[in-house]
């Protein structure tokens, strides 16, 4: 493929800082992560290019633009411990891994979950956690969470996630049915979940349970 390096440059400007995304740490931490390693031989070729790209077991990983708008919107900090739900292939992870001081991220596939764990570890990152489950649990253990990125569409917000969430915590999920979905973001202010609505977006389906 063309220079990595470059091709992340020319995705975070004309993708990314064209289109408003303003968060300095948001964007040096997307042209620090090797987006391309974390698709297949396959694909790699598009790794840089503005939509999302298959990853096996019918899953995807998600648009750069998306992935940036929902990291800005939680504001990470570099002592926040986060959770995403949805690891994929571990980008998103990579990404947080990057921002946070902990990250805890949870998959239902097996299979994806030991290849984005295996590459992470690989790329040297030591502060993320992939643990297999069913991620509309969250993960009681680990609570509370300074910010929870959800990276697949639930029909309805799932209750254990917003409980997770420390006060001033923050949590980004799309909610919505396979053809309309929305982003909701979601505070946590004295013990309430304060909800508002974001961009229309498309996700695959948040799936109940273990693979
Ligand atoms: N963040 C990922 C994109 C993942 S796509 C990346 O950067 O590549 C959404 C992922 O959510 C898929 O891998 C899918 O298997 C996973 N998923 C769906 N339902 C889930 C659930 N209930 N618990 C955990 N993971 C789930």
């Known amino acids: 493929m063309p220079d990595p390096t470059a091709a992340r440059r020319l995705m975070v400007d004309s993708q990314l800082r064209d289109r408003g995304i303003s968060d300095t740490r948001v964007l040096d931490a997307m042209l620090r992560v090797p987006r391309h390693e974390f698709v297949s031989e396959a ?15 019918s899953q995807t ?6 992935v940036a708008l929902m990291l800005e919107s ?17 980008y998103a992870a990579a990404l947080l891994a990057e921002l946070a001081a902990e990250v805890f991220s949870i998959e239902r596939h097996v299979s994806l979950a030991e290849s984005a764990r295996n590459l ?17 649990l969250g993960l009681p253990d680990s609570a509370p969470f300074d910010a929870i990125l959800v990276s697949a569409a639930a029909l309805h ?20 049915s396979s053809d309309s979905q929305q982003l909701q973001f979601i ?5 309430q979940a304060v909800t508002s609505l974001r961009e229309l977006v498309r996700f695959v389906p ?3 349970g273990q693979e």
């Open 74 to 90: 939680l504001q990470v900090t570099p002592n926040d411990k986060v959770l995403e739900v949805g690891t994929g292939s571990g």
């Open 157 to 176: 917000l799932p209750p254990a996630l917003p409980a997770q969430l420390r006060d001033g915590g923050r949590m980004i999920i799309p909610i919505g």
């Open 206 to 208: 948040l799936v109940p």
């Open 120 to 136: 992470l570890s690989t790329l040297g990152y030591r502060n993320v956690h992939v643990i297999i489950g069913d991620g509309a």
């Open 61 to 66: 990983i998600s648009q750069p633009y998306i």
């Open 43 to 57: 694909n790699r070729a598009q790794a840089y290019e503005d939509h999302p790209l298959p990853i096996g077991d």
């Open 187 to 191: 505070r946590m202010v004295n013990g």
